[in-house]
């Protein structure tokens, strides 16, 4: 699963190599050299402890949570073969600070993203990010998906991906996305 992982998330950034020679745009490359030194540094823990993704987190707002992952998905619009819009927006949040685990939250993201081009062929993936139940210890945070797609999805049963996640099989070849969407959740 990591060696899947770690090959999507480089196929898609000689997407932003391509696109950024093509377009002579240099942020592309800025954006593409971030996205290496993530995957390095996931090398690198996979190295000294055998996890294939940093468990480090950063203390952050969940307001400054929200620029931070709509920056990360924004090297999806860039690619060649995703045409699409793709936002992150938050609801109604306080100002407390959180431990977020970046690294797991941008492979998740990653994944969600890599799995709906190839499923919906979506126009807009509209992410939106809120707090739900409190405890004394932590608190619950929600993402909820919106995709908007040129396919008529009232012809197809796309309630696929809810059973496809709530099974209990991790492993199955074929779903390699949802596998390690699961496996990061």
């Not at 942020?27 to 050299?33: A, E, H, K, R």
């Not at 431990?99 to 709906?116: A, G």
């Not at 309630?159 to 199955?172: P, V, Y």
């Amino acid at each position: 699963m990591a060696a899947f992982s770690l090959y999507s998330q480089t196929w898609k950034i000689q997407e932003l190599i391509s696109q950024a020679n093509i377009e002579n745009i240099l942020s592309i490359l800025d954006t593409g050299g971030s996205r290496l030194d993530l995957i390095q540094d996931d090398l690198f823990e996979y190295y000294q402890s055998g996890n294939f993704i940093s468990g480090i987190t950063s203390e952050l707002t969940a307001s400054e949570f929200t620029p931070v992952s709509e920056h990360f998905l924004g090297t999806h619009e860039y690619s060649l073969k995703s045409q699409i819009k793709i936002s992150f927006t938050s609801e109604q949040l306080e100002q407390a600070t959180f431990h977020f685990p970046l690294n797991f939250t941008k492979v998740l993201l990653h994944h969600i993203v890599e799995y709906c081009i190839l499923e919906y062929r979506p126009k807009v993936l509209k992410f939106e990010f809120s707090l739900g139940h409190k405890t004394p210890t932590m608190r619950q945070c929600k993402l909820r998906l919106y995709i908007y797609s040129a396919l008529d999805f009232s012809v197809n049963d796309y309630s696929n991906f809810n059973r496809e996640i709530k099974s209990r099989l991790n492993l199955d070849p074929t779903q390699t996305h949802v596998g390690l969407i699961k496996t990061v959740l």
